[in-house]
Structures are given as structure tokens and as C-alpha cells.
């Protein structure tokens, strides 16, 4: 199997990196500036010390033969360029595997390419880039799930799970990956709209009076929204995640509220929030914390782009 990595930030970068060093065949598809970080290697800094890895890299453009599979690693706010960058390398056979924020990209991806194309992916992976391009793995968690939308065990994806099993990382192949990609949203979004609302850690918002209420509080609105949109989460992933985020022995925050630190860069509020009350149908009178997060959310990015 060959396989095309868009995209080489923390978690394209890390998984990618975890492959080519297990002497799978990948090539990475990215940007001229960051091939030339990579023109040397990929670097991954752990609690083992640093690596770094030989990776092939190519640009958009370049001439190659269709891959087996594309795995999707950008931002949401990156999707529709890198949509057209990897299209000429899909063939009828093709497997496309994102593992993306939300569903708005699966929407996407099956109106340029067919849901045929497209399977499930959830990522988990504590990681992030240094100025230097290295990506440094926090070493919390590293899993990849994925599986065919209608859970259905197949030849592609069976050898799909081969090339990706063994390779320094939790990979598993899922029956049910439509509610993992759903539970990951619930989890995402829940601990987005707090961090963001809060600018804290959950830590920092669970040991303030009235904070943990705040967290059971949006949490359960989190709930309802996925509930109307899709349908009910177990109680056992409820409690689960609501333990997670009320540990005041933990510091969690976001991706959305580690990107609100860092002025000009896009958010993916829209993805994380916004379509998930747009699914649910609801706005401020039903969800009115979710939608406080997501106008907190907007009026920063209205003040950025100004």
C-alpha cells in the first residue's frame, strides 16, 4: 500500500513520521516552506528523547501515480485547498481517510469524490509544532481508529488496518466509527466552548466557585445538541468525559483555546460549534452557553480580520 500524508502539522506529522520510521511507504504532501523543514528529516520529540525520521515529500503539482490511500491531516479552514492539491492523486480505488474536526468535512469530501471514498477516522494525539517544524508528542495518548461509515468489514480496509497496525501507535479498526467520530465531536466541542469561554485550563475552572457547575452544565448542553443532531451518547462515555473534565488534578484545554493564544491564527469554531447547532437546530434559547461560546468565539475572529 502507498499512502499520502496531507499535511504535516502535529498530528499528519506525527502519525506520517510513526509510519515512514516503521518502513511504510508514505509520502507527505505539503507546502514548499515546510518541505524544506522536512528536507532533512521529520523530528519527533518525546518523553524517549528526539528522532529524527528520512520522510519522502512532495508539493502540489508534482507528477505521481494515484496512492491507495490519502490520509487527511489539515485544519478545517485548510480543507477546500487541500481538496484540490490531492484530488489528481486519487484513483477509482482510492481510500480517503480524514480525521478532521466535526462532519463538516465529510460533506465535503463526498460531494468532490463519493461516499465511496471516504471513510471514518478519529484521531487522538496530546501533540504540537515548535518554530523549528518539530513536532513534539506530549505522550498522553496516541490512537487512530477508523472503518467504513457502515461498519461493514471489508478487503480495503482490512489491509488498510495491516498497514497502519504495528507501527509505534494505537491503531484499530472500528465497526461503529460514525459514533466515535461522533463521541470525539461531543468531547471536542464541550471542552472547546468551556476553555474558550473561560480562557482557563479546566483546572483553573473546576476549583473556581461555581466553575464545575458551569462545566456539568454546558457538558449536558453539549449532550442534547449531539442527541437532536445524531442521537443519545451512553450514559457510561457521559460520565466518562464529564470525570475528565471536572479532575482537578488535570489541566485540559483545547485546540481552539491554545489558538485564541496565538493573535491572527484561524480557529475552528465554526466546524467545532457553529455546525453542530446548525445540526441540532437550535439556537441561544435552547443552547444558550454553546452559543455564548461560539459568539465569544466570533467576535474575536471579527476583531482579528479588522
Known amino acids: 500500500m502507498r499512502m499520502l500524508v496531507v499535511g504535516a502539522g502535529s498530528v499528519g506529522g506525527y502519525f506520517g513520521g510513526m509510519l515512514a520510521k516503521a518502513g511504510r511507504d508514505v509520502t507527505f504532501l505539503i507546502r514548499p516552506a515546510r518541505a524544506r523543514q522536512l528536507a532533512n528529516g521529520l ?17 502540489a503539482g508534482t507528477a505521481a501515480d494515484a496512492f491507495d490511500a490519502i490520509f487527511l491531516s489539515v485544519k478545517a479552514y ?10 489528481p492523486y486519487v484513483s477509482g480505488e482510492t481510500i480517503i481517510l480524514p480525521v478532521l474536526n466535526g462532519m463538516k468535512h465529510m460533506d ?38 477508523y472503518g467504513e461509515w457502515d461498519g461493514a468489514k471489508t478487503e480495503r480496509t482490512a489491509a488498510l488496518d495491516a498497514f497502519l497496525a504495528h507501527a509505534g501507535f494505537n491503531a484499530r479498526l472500528s465497526a461503529e466509527i460514525e459514533r466515535e467520530m461522533w463521541e470525539k465531536w461531543a468531547q471536542l466541542a464541550s471542552l472547546g466552548a468551556i476553555t474558550s469561554l473561560m480562557n482557563a485550563d479546566t483546572k483553573e475552572i473546576a476549583l473556581a466557585d461555581g466553575g464545575r457547575d458551569f ?73 444558550p452557553l454553546l452559543s455564548a461560546a461560539l459568539t465569544r468565539l466570533r467576535v474575536y475572529e471579527r476583531s482579528q480580520a479588522e
Do not use: C
Not at 79 to 85: C, E, K, Q, V
Open 43 to 59: 523530528t519527533i520529540v518525546g518523553s524517549d528523547g528526539e528522532q529524527t525520521i528520512p520522510v519522502k515529500t512532495m508539493t
Open 78 to 87: 485548510q480543507l477546500s485547498d487541500a481538496i484540490t492539491d490531492f484530488a
Open 108 to 145: 465535503a469530501l463526498r460531494e468532490r469524490f463519493g461516499a465511496r471514498h471516504v471513510i471514518g477516522g478519529v484521531a487522538r494525539v496530546f501533540a504540537s509544532l515548535d518554530p523549528d517544524g518539530r513536532v513534539l508528542d506530549q505522550g498522553i495518548f496516541h490512537d487512530l481508529t
Open 215 to 287: 462545566i456539568v452544565a454546558l457538558f449536558h448542553e453539549t449532550v442534547r445538541a449531539v442527541a437532536a443532531a445524531w442521537g443519545p451518547l451512553s450514559d457510561q462515555f457521559q460520565s466518562t468525559v464529564l470525570a475528565w473534565l471536572t479532575n482537578t488534578e488535570s489541566a485540559l484545554t483545547s485546540s481552539l483555546y491554545r489558538d485564541l493564544q496565538v493573535p491572527g491564527r484561524p480557529l475552528e469554531s465554526d466546524e467545532i460549534l457553529g455546525d453542530l447547532l446548525r445540526r441540532a437546530n437550535g439556537g441561544v434559547a435552547n443552547y
